[in-house]
């Protein structure tokens, strides 16, 4: 079931940001008529539930950001002090942000117990006869002067080289400097076979209009002699066409559409207005057989991204299955 409006405005939970603090400030602005009178413009149970959460967060956070302030009066020769306490988005927000910055385990290597491991690794890393980290490491668990709490792993301490956590540096290793980095593979699809699914017409996704239809092939079990199947569904009926194909080949589907094509002569743009597929090298040539056409034609799913075919795919496990 497809859904449209399926989207919040504010997830429950989340902290407070500056903005809401600012509004806080506005909404729990008072009338004094002393230092024990405060009379809020709203109650915290409605500014809870103007910000979407829970009352004790408003009743902490007003806490946190709440200040004295003194007020002068002068009446004669006399000067008259009076006390009163309000809320700071200002101050809320300083208290907010120096608790987050103390929050959270503290790492390894900033702990007074690490620092006896950090001095045996830079002794025996820069000896003249250096270990590797993984010999540091293994050394150091057998080591009953050492705390097996503060030991890393060998990753950890790898990457505590890379950071300059410690005295020794990549030069200073055997084989770290002459090893080649590994590469990083981007899943990017290299592949342009034809228009993308981003170019397709809006009216698709509705599946209020009949004619826009799903691709694929299916292929059976190659030992077992099972045969291959082209899979055409339509987006709004769900409606599965099923094609005994001769193969997987880009030429066997392109013939089967031209086939398709032919018998249905001036209709067949009328019913395939659009065809959705995959980035396969079965309908790297489809678009020779059905050419581009304004709002009309052959569009590409992204890579790795099965779910824009999703009723073909839910089709084909069905049939998968029979």
Same mark, same amino acid.
């Given at each position: ?7 919040? &405005? ?25 230092? +024990? ?14 910000? &979407? ?36 988005? @200002? ?19 900033? @702990? ?10 830079? %002794? ?10 993984? @010999? ?68 698709? +996704? %509705?599946? @209020?209009?009949?004619?826009?239809? %799903? ?100 089709? &084909? ?6």
């Amino acid at each position: 079931m497809t859904q449209i409006e399926n989207t919040t &405005n504010h997830i429950r939970g989340k902290h407070l940001t500056k903005e809401n603090r600012v509004s806080i400030e506005d909404w729990t602005r008072f009338n004094s008529t002393g230092p +024990d009178d405060l009379v809020h413009v709203l109650s915290n149970r409605q500014i809870a539930r103007l910000l &979407n959460t829970s009352p004790q967060t408003i009743n902490n956070e007003l806490k946190r950001g709440t200040v004295r302030q003194i007020s002068r009066q002068k009446q004669g020769d006399k000067v008259y002090e009076y006390q009163y306490f309000v809320y700071s988005a @200002q101050a809320g927000q300083t208290v907010y942000e120096r608790k987050r910055q103390n929050s959270g385990r503290q790492p390894l290597y900033e @702990q007074g117990s690490c620092q006896a491991f950090i001095n045996f690794a830079d %002794e025996h890393l820069l000896a003249r006869y250096a270990w590797s980290p993984d @010999q540091v490491v293994m050394a150091a668990h057998h080591d009953a002067q050492l705390s097996q709490t503060t030991i890393p792993c060998t990753t950890t301490l790898y990457n505590w080289i890379d950071q300059k956590r410690l005295k020794t540096r990549n030069i200073d290793l055997a084989e770290k400097i002459s090893r080649q980095p590994k590469k990083v593979h981007s899943k990017t699809n290299e592949k342009v076979l034809g228009r993308s699914i981003e170019k397709r017409p809006i009216e698709v +996704d %509705e599946r @209020q209009e009949f004619g826009h239809w %799903e691709i694929d092939s299916v292929v059976g079990q190659r030992e077992g002699g099972d045969l291959n199947l082209l899979t055409l569904t339509e987006r709004k009926t769900r409606y599965e066409e099923v094609i005994l194909i001769q193969g997987k080949e880009s030429c066997y589907v392109n013939q089967t559409i031209a086939t398709l094509k032919y018998e249905l002569g001036s209709k067949f743009e009328d019913i395939f207005k659009t065809i959705t597929a995959d980035n396969g090298s079965e309908f790297s040539e489809l678009t020779k057989v059905v050419p581009d056409r304004e709002n009309g034609g052959i569009y590409y799913a992204h890579p790795y991204a099965s779910y824009e075919r999703g009723s073909n795919e839910r089709n &084909n496990k069905i049939l998968r299955r029979v």
